[in-house]
Antibody
Framework: QVQLVESGGGVVQPGGSLRLSCAAS????????MHWVRQAPGKGLEWVTF????????YYADSVKGRFTISRDNSKNTLFLQMNSLRPEDTAVYYC???????????WGQGTLVTVSS | QSALTQPPSVSGSPGQSVTISCTGT?????????VSWYQQPPGTAPKLIIY???NRPSGVPDRFSGSKSGNTASLTISGLQAEDEADYYC??????????FGGGTKLTVL
């Protein structure tokens, strides 16, 4: 069965950096685009970024453009999110999700919590 | 990147039907048949329940149905059950290779 397992969350000071990982299994990882979606405490879902199946293109929400970088290693079935210049408003649970046809988020991981605080 | 508009909360008694609306613009909901809905019980990850406006993934009960008219999509849950109590989110492809979510609707089963 499809499994997505995020890791790498934690507490970081404003201006700091963090790298999240999402380990995929149960499907051919290199065949699907992947997203990161976040959810601030007590708030709704916010789309963050998308990467094509082969890593050839990336797309970002305006709120993270220039600070976050999505990447993937298809040989290791792993998705990454490099987060730099972190701000308190980046505090959220970060989910990775499998894309279908640039359309919807078919499967989700359990999420990893990122807290930006001094 | 404004979110899609959903009512903050809806409620219904067991066995009743409820409908959750999701209003966007011609640049997202109205412009594409790429509206999806997600169910999120407290403390869990979101789960896909409707895709491409009205399609249900395998395993999702047919009590859940979706539709769209113009810039507004709707999720209807019929025959409400206690286990349906959760937050519900709509989402739409927006073009320019971006996606947008609604603000979420809390469903209470009375």
């Amino acid at each position: 069965q499809v499994q997505l397992v995020e890791s790498g969350g934690g507490v970081v000071q404003p201006g700091g950096s963090l790298r999240l990982s999402c380990a995929a299994s149960g499907f051919t990882f290199s065949s699907n685009g992947m997203h990161w979606v976040r959810q601030a405490p007590g708030k709704g879902l916010e789309w963050v970024t998308f990467i094509r199946y082969d890593g050839s293109n990336e797309y970002y929400a305006d709120s993270v453009k220039g600070r976050f970088t999505i990447s993937r290693d298809n040989s290791k079935n792993t998705l990454f999110l490099q987060m730099n210049s972190l701000r308190p408003e980046d505090t959220a649970v970060y989910y990775c999700a499998r894309d279908v046809s640039w359309n919807y988020f078919e499967f989700w991981g359990q999420g990893t919590l990122v807290t930006v605080s001094s | 990147q404004s979110a899609l508009t959903q009512p903050p909360s809806v409620s219904g008694s067991p066995g009743q039907s409820v409908t959750i609306s999701c209003t966007g613009t011609s640049s997202d909901v109205g412009g594409f048949n790429r509206v999806s809905w997600y169910q999120q019980p407290p403390g869990t990850a979101p789960k896909l329940i409707i895709y491409e406006v009205s399609n249900r993934p395998s395993g999702v009960p047919d009590r859940f149905s979706g539709s769209k008219s113009g810039n507004t999509a709707s999720l209807t849950i019929s025959g409400l059950q206690a286990e349906d109590e959760a937050d519900y989110y709509c989402s739409s492809y927006r073009g320019g290779t971006t996606w947008v979510f609604g603000g979420g609707t809390k469903l209470t089963v009375l």
